[in-house]
T-cell receptor, first 114, second 118 residues
Framework: AQKVTQAQTEISVVEKEDVTLDCVYE???????LFWYKQPPSGELVFLIR??????QNEISGRYSWNFQKSTSSFNFTITASQVVDSAVYFC???????????FGPGTRLSVLP | DSGVTQTPKHLITATGQRVTLRCSPR?????VYWYQQSLDQGLQFLIQ???????AKGNILERFSAQQFPDLHSELNLSSLELGDSALYFC?????????????????FGPGTRLTVL
């Protein structure tokens, strides 16, 4: 069965610190997709990134970067120079090539303090 | 504003009842996804439709059903409601998915419908 673990339940950092959110996944599929979503205190969900299992290139988008390591089944998310607006719950998710068995991690609550 | 609308915003009903949640995707988006977020179960994917056809199915209960209409709006029907169905239900849409294989393009989420079952 597919599984996503986000071991960090809550993280607090001070503004401008870098922070990494961990995501470890389990799957027997060779083709799969990984995602990160953000849920700010207002409650809406925001899609951040999708990565397929054949693309191991790390990605950078502004202050956000993602490190995909198939060898350790991890897809970690780093925020550089964090800001108060980054405070949110962040979810990692996994699905197979057909959109079945879509699984979310339990989320990591990030608090960025001024 | 994501461009995805969901109605109603809040819904309060009693156990055993049936409700319909509505989602209008962004203009031009063919895929619609439904998710449930509850305190007990966390965030769960329910179902995806693409251009009127069911494309992927997640942890959707048999008491729940969904459909996507020719104008691409989607409805999620929840029946024989139980206390545990109380949750935030999100709809998302994405642009055309390519080919026959599953392709999760960037999704845009609606604000959600908060369902309370008393």
């Amino acid at each position: 069965a597919q599984k996503v673990t986000q071991a960090q339940t809550e993280i607090s950092v001070v503004e401008k610190e870098d922070v990494t959110l961990d995501c470890v996944y389990e799957t027997r599929d060779t083709t799969y997709y990984l995602f990160w979503y953000k849920q700010p205190p207002s409650g809406e969900l925001v899609f951040l990134i999708r990565r397929n299992s054949f693309d191991e290139q790390n990605e950078i988008s502004g202050r956000y970067s993602w490190n995909f390591q198939k060898s350790t089944s991890s897809f970690n998310f780093t925020i550089t120079a964090s800001q108060v607006v980054d405070s949110a719950v962040y979810f990692c998710a996994l699905t197979d090539n057909y959109g079945q068995n879509f699984v979310f991690g339990p989320g990591t609550r990030l608090s960025v303090l001024p | 504003d994501s461009g995805v609308t969901q109605t109603p915003k809040h819904l309060i009903t009693a156990t055993g009842q049936r409700v319909t949640l509505r989602c209008s995707p962004r203009s031009g988006d063919l895929s619609v996804y439904w998710y449930q977020q509850s305190l007990d179960q966390g965030l769960q994917f329910l179902i995806q439709y693409y251009n009127g056809e069911e494309r992927a199915k997640g942890n959707i209960l048999e008491r729940f059903s969904a459909q996507q209409f020719p104008d691409l709006h989607s409805e999620l029907n929840l029946s024989s409601l139980e206390l545990g169905d109380s949750a935030l239900y999100f709809c998302a849409s994405s642009a055309k998915a390519g080919g026959l294989s599953f392709s999760y393009n960037e999704q845009f989420f609606g604000p959600g419908t908060r369902l309370t079952v008393l």
